[in-house]
């Protein structure tokens, strides 16, 4: 996937941004996000995981017990973790835009969004919503539930969010994420980063036919040494045998005629 464009508004110190990384000098590709501390500089990158996964690599996990921040007569309280707190204080609403690339190669555009009750500075925090449109030809993708929204976004990435801030982001404290990362996790990682689960996919069916060849083989052995010919001894030994065979063969065969012979008298 890549990013086209990142726009926003009232998003922590950010009042309002729009930046185009498809023209001019941001389109080829290498660019630094500098500048103060405070300056929004993560808060830009807090939209584009807003906009894509709905979380932040800032705000950690979704644990249960967390603790509530704002003013105690503020009915907007919220948890320490919830990533509606984003919000710029004294806003009424606020979004996060990503314009962006699938790995299709189809342009889409994912939003997030939040507003407070009756659009008032003052009013409750409500639930943040999504919406996912494919740029081409403008057809609205958004799911019946947030949840479905966030899986139809994340095909399209191609990447889900621990790997999104492993590879593509690298928040601040976390460039070494992917250095820990276990080696199924790497492995994985890198096979969606560079589409090479085409040559994971070959090296399972090499295995698979090495396998099914294997057998064959140990077949065709088993054949082998069950019919491989004999030495002159062996040849010899059952010689004699078949002799012996064919000798008591005869023996019987004239001693069933003469019980027949001897039938047919009773018979008369």
């Known amino acids: 996937?890549?990013?086209?464009?990142l726009r926003g508004a009232n998003?922590?110190?950010l009042r309002r941004f729009d930046v185009n990384l498809d023209a001019g000098a941001l389109a080829?590709?290498?660019?630094?996000?500098?500048?103060?501390?405070?300056?929004?500089?993560?808060?830009l990158l807090d939209a584009l995981c807003l906009a894509l996964y709905d979380r932040t690599p800032r705000l950690g996990e979704r644990a249960q017990h967390v603790p509530e921040v704002g003013l105690a007569t503020d009915e907007a309280r919220l948890k320490a973790n919830d990533v509606r707190g984003i919000l710029r204080r004294g806003a009424a609403s606020g979004y996060a835009e990503v314009d962006f690339e699938g790995v299709d190669g189809v342009p889409y555009r994912a939003r997030w969004s939040v507003h407070r009750a009756r659009k008032q500075a003052a009013g409750k925090v409500q639930t943040q919503t999504m919406t996912f449109v494919s740029i081409e030809d403008d057809v609205v993708l958004t799911g019946a539930t947030k949840t479905?929204?966030?899986?139809?976004?994340?095909?399209?990435?191609?990447?889900?969010?621990?790997?999104f801030r492993r590879s593509v982001l690298l928040a601040q404290g976390q460039f070494d994420a992917f250095l820990r990362a276990d080696a199924r996790?790497?492995?994985?990682?890198?096979?969606?980063?560079?589409?090479?689960?085409?040559?994971?996919?070959?090296?399972?069916?090499a295995h698979a036919?090495?396998?099914?060849?294997?057998g064959a083989l140990?077949?065709?052995?088993?054949?082998?040494?069950?019919?491989?010919?004999?030495?002159?001894?062996?040849r010899a030994a059952l010689t004699a045998e078949a002799a012996a065979v064919h000798?008591?063969?005869?023996?019987?065969?004239?001693?069933?005629?003469?019980?027949?012979?001897?039938?047919?008298?009773?018979?008369?």
């Open 185 to 205: 996790g790497r492995g994985d990682l890198l096979e969606r980063m560079t589409g090479s689960d085409l040559y994971t996919a070959l090296s399972r069916g």
């Open 11 to 13: 998003l922590a110190s």
């Open 1 to 5: 996937m890549r990013i086209l464009a």
């Open 148 to 163: 479905e929204t966030l899986g139809l976004i994340q095909d399209r990435v191609g990447l889900d969010f621990d790997q």
């Open 209 to 214: 036919r090495k396998r099914d060849a294997a």
């Open 247 to 268: 000798t008591w063969l005869s023996a019987v065969s004239a001693r069933q005629a003469a019980l027949a012979e001897g039938q047919r008298w009773q018979a008369q």
């Open 218 to 234: 140990a077949t065709l052995t088993d054949r082998l040494d069950r019919g491989r010919p004999l030495d002159a001894a062996g």
């Open 28 to 43: 080829t590709g290498l660019f630094a996000i500098t500048g103060p501390t405070g300056a929004g500089k993560s808060t």
